[in-house]
């Protein structure tokens, strides 16, 4: 199986969140969030449209400016960066072919060009990308597209994934690969932390859940606990299907 | 003997008639003409484009003072006349002026230097409208893969190639074209500076038509063949995607 | 990656230097001088008996003494003998050495509406020009020629040409205005040499000439090495001598087009 976690002796986790704020134009669109990323397993980021999920994984990755309070992490930001990675709820295909796609990451790393294309072309053939290697990324189907992410992020064996609801637009083969793949991601050591709107999905892979409502953390805690005994109202009527506010 | 219509159209059948000649009998003055024009403004895409694409890049994914300011002149500066910057090559490099020590005026290399300040904005201006669009679309997965700016205007340059390739070209066939500058600072010199713009403006200051049309048709064929050939070598056509 | 490789060795091998010629000089000639092919049958010429390169940089008169006074050339072949003289005072040149004369003519459409042929002199000839309001087409760019036709028109009482109607200034070369004027199917003076070598005439023809007032004399001026010191006093002196010679003298005298003497030798040894 191939390696998911490329440095388990150290880890630049927990990432800790302290009254993180997110704003566009000086308006808060999500915040002041307090929260920690620790350990093992997945965190299911669950809430309506427009509560502020992709907004929270943003932030934690780097890629929304923090305008009040902190994110941080374990080791030094410059070294947490390259030890983190993204898949993104569109995927963004760069115009390569996918192999060099996939081997993108590694090369960025300072990895020599061919050293890096076989390793990715061994990912590519473990992530059911193997007859699309010379195949330019962005014809790609919606599901190899999001395959394809998903091996590009996990190549250079970060110790935290993000994901945007990866699953959004693929039907349920697709959902399960990828679900697969995550899950063997997790076991080689990953941490996860995955945005979804598919309960089901949740349920199947959520050790811990994070419940987002108006741009703040509206409930946290272990996912049987949310699943089983939601504390609040919102999070009952929202894990029952109902509208909530 | 009225013959306005007739005796032109007749000029541009000579014209082409020329042009034949000239190819099909390889006369050596000929050659040397479209070395040198070849010579002079492949030189100034290459060096143009080693600056202005990079340049590009740079403005799109770094924000400063006067990144607006910077865009603005650079846009404005693709109108120049080429007249405009022959005169301000010619007095720079003039014995009398402040590099006149190099005796750089009425060579090649003042043509050279002429047309890479008139391609370069150019050069520069379609790159940074090329490379905008694609850092739109590249710029979260960059920033998330933790890319180095370096690393950045890298892959935007290098994924972005072939529409790059457009803006070379669109450099290639103002320079390749343009009479004004080289006119002045090459001064037109017989076997030294002579190119087929200023050939043909010559030839036409002459009453030449034929000749000049010729050498017009000639200057055609070779933008056209350059533009095959560098389409053919980096396979345009045939990648639908990128 | 092979394309961007193979554009790169096509640059290298442009960029190699074209060989260096030993001996060559830089001469600003106007294009009048140009036009008429005589230098043609100098500088090969020039090129065996002195073993020189003479590099021409054809430009108007106002153009080549710009290029002098800066030291952009060795030495200048002009016709414009009041700016010549205004050189040689502001001391951008050494001297001044006549070595030929052409002549201007007047030139106009076949059938001489204006009826200039059987003018007594120039002078009259223009005259008749105006009288008629046949349009002119002057070259208007301050040259030699320009220089030169404003003076004539002023010789003629009529130095406000410029403001009529059917005075039209080109404000280009000698064969723009020649192109110019055989498009509108007017008059025009040119030198003789640009005339004869003209290649669209259409309806154009030669209609006066031969008042020695239209006579228009060449001289040959070396940049001043006092100003520019890196100018080859020593080549140009040799060229001068040449061009004063009597080689130069057999080529000049018995220069041609369609069978008409173009130049008259009159260097003083
Ligand atoms: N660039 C922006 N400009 C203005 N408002 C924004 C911007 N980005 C996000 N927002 C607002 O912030 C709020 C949270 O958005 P976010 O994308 O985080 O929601 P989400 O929970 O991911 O929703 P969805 O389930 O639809 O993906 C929304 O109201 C959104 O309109
Ligand atoms: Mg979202």
Same mark, same amino acid.
């Given at each position: ?98 192999? *060099?796609?996939? #081997?993108?990451?590694? &090369?960025?790393?300072?990895?020599? @060009?061919? !050293? %890096?294309?076989?390793?990715? =072309? ?48 693929? *039907?349920?083969? #697709?959902?399960?690969? &990828?679900?697969?793949?995550?899950? @063997?991601? !997790? %076991?080689?050591?990953?941490? =996860? ?48 299907? *109902?509208?909530?506010? | ?242 | ?269």
């Amino acid at each position: 199986m191939l390696q998911t976690r490329l440095a388990p002796a150290d880890s630049i986790l927990p990432l800790t969140l302290t009254g993180a704020v997110a704003k566009v134009y000086g308006k808060t669109i999500a915040g002041p969030i307090d929260l920690q990323v620790t350990g093992h397993g997945t965190t299911i980021v669950l809430g309506p449209n427009g509560s502020g999920k992709t907004t929270l994984l943003r932030l934690m990755h780097g890629l929304q400016r923090v305008r009040k309070g902190s994110v941080t992490w374990a080791l030094p930001d410059t070294q947490a960066r390259l030890r983190q990675s993204y898949v993104f709820q569109s995927p963004i295909m760069m115009r390569r072919r996918v192999a *060099d796609s996939i #081997a993108y990451p590694l &090369i960025l790393r300072g990895m020599p @060009r061919k !050293q %890096a294309r076989a390793k990715a =072309i061994e990912w590519a053939q473990e992530f059911g990308l193997g007859a699309a290697l010379d195949r330019p990324a962005p014809v790609l189907s919606g599901g190899e597209k999001q395959k394809l992410s998903l091996a590009r992020a996990l190549i250079s064996g970060p110790d935290i994934l993000f994901l945007d609801e990866p699953c959004a637009n693929l *039907d349920g083969r #697709a959902t399960r690969e &990828i679900e697969t793949l995550l899950a @063997r991601a !997790q %076991a080689g050591g990953t941490r =996860i932390v995955m945005s979804t709107h598919d309960m089901g999905q949740a349920r199947r892979l959520a050790s811990e859940v994070v419940f987002m409502l108006g741009g703040k953390v509206h409930e946290t805690g272990p996912a049987q606990d949310f699943f089983n005994g939601p504390k609040t109202p919102q999070a009952v009527a929202f894990i029952n299907g *109902d509208i909530v506010e | 003997m009225k013959c306005w219509g007739f005796c032109r159209m007749n000029e541009i059948t000579q014209g082409l008639y020329e042009a034949a000649r000239l190819i099909f009998s390889l006369d050596s003055d000929l050659l040397e003409i479209v070395g040198l024009s070849l010579r002079v403004t492949l030189t100034a895409v290459v060096i143009a484009s080693a600056i202005g694409l990079p340049l590009g890049a740079w403005l799109v994914i770094n924000r400063f003072r006067f990144r607006r300011a910077t865009i603005a002149v650079m846009n404005a500066l693709m109108g120049l006349p080429p007249v405009v910057v022959g005169l301000l090559v010619y007095m720079l490099l003039s014995r009398s002026g402040p590099f006149g020590v190099l005796d750089l005026l009425f060579t090649p290399t003042a043509m050279i230097i002429a047309q890479v300040i008139i391609i370069l904005p150019l050069i520069a201006s379609i790159s940074h409208q090329t490379i905008r669009d694609l850092w739109a679309e590249y710029h979260d997965l960059l920033i998330s893969l933790g890319a180095s700016r370096r690393q950045r205007i890298m892959a935007l340059l290098w994924d972005g190639r072939r529409a790059l390739l457009t803006a070379m070209l669109a450099g290639f066939g103002r320079g390749i074209g343009e009479v004004g500058a080289i006119m002045i600072v090459g001064g037109n010199i017989d076997h030294s500076t002579r190119v087929l713009t200023t050939a043909i403006s010559l030839e036409t200051g002459k009453g030449n038509f034929a000749f000049a049309m010729g050498l017009g048709f000639v200057l055609i064929g070779l933008a056209v063949a350059v533009n095959l050939l560098i389409h053919t070598l980096s396979r345009t056509e045939r990648a639908s995607v990128w | 990656m092979n394309w961007k490789s193979c554009l790169l060795a096509l640059a290298a091998s442009f960029t190699l230097a074209l060989p260096v010629f030993a001996k060559d000089i830089k001469l600003a000639v106007t294009t009048s001088f140009h036009n008429s092919g005589l230098s043609d049958v100098l500088l090969p010429a020039i090129k065996e008996d002195l073993d020189l390169t003479v590099k021409l940089l054809v430009v108007g008169t106002g153009q080549a003494l710009r290029l002098g006074q800066a030291g952009d050339v060795d030495a200048i072949l002009v016709h414009s003998r009041q700016a010549e003289e205004a050189f040689l005072a502001a001391g951008y040149g050494t001297h001044r050495r006549e070595i030929m004369y052409n002549d201007f003519v007047l030139i106009g459409p076949k059938d001489d509406p204006a009826g200039i042929q059987h003018a007594a002199n120039a002078t009259e000839a223009l005259q008749k020009i105006a009288q008629s309001k046949q349009k002119f087409v002057s070259r208007g760019d301050d040259s030699g020629t320009h220089k030169k036709e404003r003076a004539l028109w002023k010789a003629a009482d009529l130095a406000d040409v410029s403001g009529q109607s059917w005075y039209r200034a080109a404000g280009a070369g000698m064969g723009a205005t020649l192109n110019t004027a055989s498009g509108m199917n007017a008059y025009v003076m040119a030198d003789r040499a640009s005339w004869l070598n003209f290649g669209n005439k259409g309806d154009l023809a030669l209609l006066f000439a031969g008042d020695p007032v239209l006579f228009n004399q060449y001289a040959f001026i070396p940049v001043n090495p006092e100003l520019h010191p890196h100018v080859k006093t020593a080549l140009v002196e040799k060229l001068e001598n040449w061009l004063t010679g009597a080689h130069a003298e057999q080529l000049i005298s018995s220069y041609k087009i369609n069978g008409e003497l173009l130049f008259t030798f009159n260097a003083k040894p």
